[in-house]
Nanobody
Framework: QVELVESGGGLVQAGGSLRLSCAAS????????MGWFRQAPGKEREFVAD????????RYLDSVKDRFAISRDNAKNTVYLQMSSLEPEDTAVYYC????????????????WGQGTQVTVSP
């Protein structure tokens, strides 16, 4: 399994930006589609974005599509989530995930999860 560690979370005002990073170790992420998920208090964990092994294909949750951008640097074994125009509804713990496939990551096909990083957006 690949080990994943997220960073970059924090407290930000609505309209602000944050950049999350997911550093991998143990294995190269180049063989994994990578994704970001989030879980708000009292809610199910939900898909946010994913990116294929080459970075040529990405998908987004509709509500973040024009505000978030996922990217990856296979040479640095790191995945990023650039979040802009943040809203209070984006408040959640954000998790990085390595998928079992090479194109998409679904919550039922995750090889490894990170420990999560808290993002809090104040009104």
């Amino acid at each position: 399994q690949v080990e994943l560690v997220e960073s970059g979370g924090g407290l930000v005002q609505a309209g602000g930006s944050l950049r999350l990073s997911c550093a991998a170790s143990g294995r190269t992420i180049s063989r994994y589609a990578m994704g970001w998920f989030r879980q708000a208090p009292g809610k199910e964990r939900e898909f946010v974005a994913d990116i294929s092994t080459s970075g040529s294909t990405s998908r987004y949750l509709d509500s973040v599509k024009d505000r978030f951008a996922i990217s990856r640097d296979n040479a640095k074994n790191t995945v990023y989530l650039q979040m802009s125009s943040l809203e209070p509804e984006d408040t959640a713990v954000y998790y990085c995930a390595a998928g079992t496939g090479v194109v998409v990551v679904s919550i039922t096909s995750v090889d490894s999860w990170g420990q999560g990083t808290q993002v809090t957006v104040s009104p």
